[in-house]
């Protein structure tokens, strides 16, 4: 790393060329003055971040004391009231409505699918930001959602009964999302307008949509249109006609394909999802942010041998049917997901040469990166209200966020943007922010658009917190936990409380997944039905599929019948998921619960330190490929450090499970030229250590956290890699 002094900052070369080459002329901002700011931010707020962070640990210090005491299910009378005197439990915030502005209506009323990606790989930003419209064809015909009985297989050349099921099935979608007033789309022969209603002709006989506002526009002659826009629950459907096309001849009415308006949302993502430990790192996610902003990210990569060259989509042109021309979005509405208030970065060292906290420089960059979007100076559009929307994860409990909103604030007087331009996610994925989720919402009532539940980091987090308990049940037992159902409900409860419908979104997590659409079909409609509004999907297609929920859920309705449900008791959200009868458990249940978590410990830790590589499709101990992130690797190591505490397993024992897996994890890699093998010299592999640590030290690592071992070993993998 080579530094430069600016001010009583060291600055990172790379940085600080991106900065004042690619950024700031842009935003037409001087570079002392920006870094003359900067270093004013960063040095009000460092402080601050360390007291919170040294509160967390006081915290933890006291619950893990109080349980040694009080081992066992915690009697929840007591319990609450020692949370409460610790200050872990919050005040009960008052009634009231959040009143955050300038919100766009893919947050505020459009509830559809929200894609996750890293942002550090353009390859995967562009396709997912260009996820807001999908085909359904494709996505039925290239995944399970289609059975392969009967012919139907999957294979390298198209197969006209498998076709065949794919559109019986998209004729369905339509039948149920935009019904005809009499018959089935299936039967169509051919769709026009006349006098500005769309007309579909059946046999001999003219029929009509049963809701004639469904209709919302066509491209091409009303004669003969090429392609048809309905619209369902908010969200938009085009049935796409070309009877000359491959597919389209071989249909009655020359349909080609039936596109979906699918990810409404996409959150770019800075964290859990990417490997960035350094300058260098910082801006590839930086420069791929900016990319995307203005319009101007594009990737070439090759496709089946072809040279393809990606880049953004642009608007969707129609007429209305009164003949007026309108246009609708093209591409998602983007979010960007900051990293928690943990870490620091060597990007930039302060005026004590300490490296400066990584929250506050991607505050800062984002942010500016985002104003040009809010200033007008991009070729893109991508808040049409003028917002620049920041998922901030990992915050504990409404001083945080307090902390969180005042940062943004201090970003926005940096860039001259109007108060309340940076809006906020809350992302509901710890418990103390859990419990107190409404008081959350309150310090950010003017700024924030977002909550959601996550799963995997709230479960991890439920761990370390009661890490002195005693020993947990098993990983696949906890979604069957009491506590899981009491928070899923309480964060919506909670969120309609403080007046989100209509004005934001009430979000669900991830499908692991992506290669199992047909079980997602199944099961991820209890999402909308749960009256959430979004949900997070792993791909373009599974965004597509997962639209079919929102065509089939009414969520502003349902939402409208929840408000008056009653919340979950305190004491079922506080549960704690301890094993009843740890003696019950038998040797080989405690070997393959450690085979389990070990493997993809390893098979996600390999790839993100030596490869740097954030998010992988993992091979789980059955061979089903899961998407990991650090949130998955934070439950498999404070599951094992919980199990190691309580003596359900040893040191020995997970070492040797380490070693063994090792060699599974190598065997499964085996086909990835930049793979480096773990099992053959553990020793000296820096992945296979970092691993080890994050098994055997999980007490240790503040909330359970992973990004200090894995960012420690990450740095020590690239220094190896550039010695000679």
Not at 52 to 65: F, K, V
Not at 167 to 193: G, K, M, N, T
Not at 197 to 204: A, P, T, Y
Not at 602 to 622: A, E, H
Request: hydrophobic fraction near 35%.
């Amino acid at each position: 790393m080579s530094y430069v002094q600016i001010g009583g900052l060291q600055v990172d070369s790379i940085l600080k060329d991106f900065v004042e080459s690619e950024l700031l002329p842009q935003l037409q901002l001087r570079p002392e003055s920006f870094w003359s700011e900067a270093e004013a931010l960063f040095e009000q707020f460092t402080s601050r971040n360390s007291e919170l962070l040294a509160h967390r640990s006081s915290l933890q210090d006291q619950i893990d004391a109080w349980h040694r005491e009080h081992p066992g299910k915690p009697e929840q009378s007591e319990y609450q009231s020692f949370l409460s005197l610790i200050g872990y439990l919050a005040e009960p915030a008052t009634d009231f409505m959040i009143d955050t502005s300038h919100v766009d209506q893919e947050i505020s009323l459009q509830a559809g699918p929200q894609l996750v990606v890293p942002v550090k790989n353009a390859r995967f930003a562009l396709n997912a930001a260009n996820a807001r419209w999908g085909s359904l064809y494709d996505a039925l015909y290239g995944t399970d959602a289609i059975d392969e009985v009967d012919g139907a297989e999957r294979g390298s050349v198209y197969n006209p009964k498998r076709g065949d099921k794919v559109i019986a099935y998209a004729r369905e979608v339509l039948d149920q999302a935009c019904p005809l007033s009499s018959a089935s789309h299936a039967d169509a022969s051919a769709y026009f307008i006349e006098q500005s209603e769309l007309k579909v002709r059946i046999s001999e006989n003219i029929t009509t949509l049963r809701d004639h506002s469904q209709f919302r526009g066509y491209k091409g002659s009303t004669e003969a249109p090429e392609r048809i826009l309905l619209c369902n629950n908010k969200l938009h459907l085009e049935i796409q006609i070309d009877s000359s096309s491959k597919i389209g001849r071989q249909d009655s009415a020359g349909i080609k394909d039936v596109v979906l308006e699918a990810a409404v949302t996409t959150i770019q993502d800075c964290e859990d999802s990417v490997a960035a430990v350094d300058a260098e790192d910082k801006v590839e996610v930086y420069r791929n942010w900016l990319g995307l902003i203005t319009g101007e990210l594009e990737e070439t990569f090759k496709k089946d041998g072809v040279q393809v060259t990606r880049c953004l989509n642009p608007d969707r042109s129609y007429q209305a049917p009164d003949g007026s021309s309108f246009e609708l979005p093209g591409r998602s509405l983007l979010l960007i997901r900051n990293v928690g208030h943990l870490m620091r970065n060597p990007s930039i060292l302060d005026k004590h040469g300490i490296e400066i906290y990584e929250g506050l420089l991607d505050a800062v960059i984002t942010g500016a990166i985002g104003a040009l979007d809010v200033l007008g100076k991009s070729t893109v559009k991508n808040s049409r209200s003028g917002s620049i929307y920041i998922v901030k994860p990992k915050m504990h409990g409404p001083e945080e966020v307090r902390f969180s909103c005042e940062v943004f604030a201090a970003v926005e007087r940096l860039l001259g943007l109007e108060p309340g331009r940076m809006k906020l996610g809350i992302m509901d994925e710890e418990r103390r922010t859990t419990l107190s989720l409404k008081a959350c919402i309150k310090e950010a009532q003017n700024r924030v658009v977002f909550i959601n539940t996550g799963f995997l980091d709230r479960t991890g987090d439920e761990i370390h917190t009661s890490m002195e308990a005693g020993p947990m049940v098993p990983k696949a037992d906890m979604k069957a936990c009491g506590w899981i159902s009491a928070y899923e409900r309480h964060n919506v409860q909670a969120g309609l409380a403080c007046g989100l419908q209509g004005r934001g979104q009430i979000g669900k997590g991830m499908w692991a997944m992506p290669d199992l659409m047909a079980a997602m079909l199944d099961q991820k409609n209890a999402q909308p039905e749960a009256g959430a509004n979004t949900a997070w999907v792993p791909s373009p297609t599974a965004a597509v599929l997962h639209a079919l929920h929102y065509h089939r859920v009414d969520v502003d309705d349902v939402q409208t019948k929840l408000k008056d449900r009653r919340a979950p008791a305190l004491s079922d959200i506080l549960a704690v998921p301890l094993l009843s009868n740890p003696e019950s458990l038998t040797s080989e249940q405690i070997q393959r619960e450690l085979d389990n978590n070990v493997q993809s410990i390893l098979g996600y830790v390999v790839r993100w330190i030596d490869q740097g590589i954030g998010c992988s499709k993992v091979p789980d101990i059955n061979n089903v490929g899961l998407m990991e992130d650090r949130a998955t690797l934070r439950i498999s190591s404070q599951h094992i450090a919980n199990w190691l505490r309580h003596g359900i397993c040893s040191d020995i024992q997970v070492k040797k499970t380490l070693l063994r897996m090792a060699a599974v994890v190598d065997e499964q890699n085996r086909h990835d030229p930049l793979y480096e093998n773990m099992a053959q010299d553990p020793d000296n592999s820096i992945a296979f250590q970092a691993a080890c640590d994050l098994a055997l030290k999980g007490r240790e690592q503040p909330n359970g956290y992973t990004e200090p071992v894995l960012h420690q070993a990450r740095r020590a993998k690239k220094a190896q890699n550039r010695q000679p």
